[in-house]
């Protein structure tokens, strides 16, 4: 599949109707999750992303799954193609994207085996593109609340659900 920003491309390509109702950019631990898997590799204006897709369900709701690091976990953090991921993903339909990822932390009250479902980010890449909005219109985009709402307080309450310590608030 080929389009330009913006387009149609991926609207025949998904699961069953063509589409995922979510997204997940994750790591390797995420595939045992998945029940009747069908992979499909998406073409994007801006190169390619990771992996191709595998779409799948998840307790009964089409989910499209990509690892972010490769499938062999070869692409370092620097090298992903974030432009071509979040096209790509959203050419398949997808109206939520959820990204774990695991990370230490240096705050004492986090704890080994702690969650932390983040609030807020700092942005620290360089020397790459991080925008889809590149001319000929300027666009300013507000990050006050960066996350989902709704996501978050559903990722909250399934963690507490597990009986996993959860930290509310992060960056």
Known sequence: ?????GGRAGRDAGHGAGHAEIGVFGGSGFYSLLDDVREIKVDTPYGPPSD?????????RKVAFL?????RHTI???????????????SLGTKAV???CAAGSLQPSVKPGDFVVCDQLV??????IDTFYDGP?????SSAEIY???????????????????????T
């Not at 191709?52 to 009964?60: D, H, M, T």
């Not at 219109?137 to 985009?141: A, G, K, N, S």
């Not at 989902?148 to 992060?170: C, Q, S, Y």
């Open 123 to 128: 942005d620290r890449t360089r020397h790459r």
């Open 67 to 71: 690892p972010r690091h490769g499938r």
């Open 52 to 60: 191709s897709f595998f779409l799948a369900s998840v307790a009964g």
């Open 148 to 170: 989902d709402p709704v996501l978050r307080k559903l990722a909250i309450e399934t963690i507490r659900d597990h009986g996993i310590e959860v930290h509310e608030r992060g």
């Open 137 to 141: 219109i300027v666009t300013h985009l």
């Open 1 to 5: 599949m080929t389009d330009r920003p």
């Open 98 to 100: 959820i990204s774990p």
């Open 76 to 90: 370092p953090p620097h090298a992903i193609n974030y432009r071509a991921n979040v096209w790509a993903m959203r």
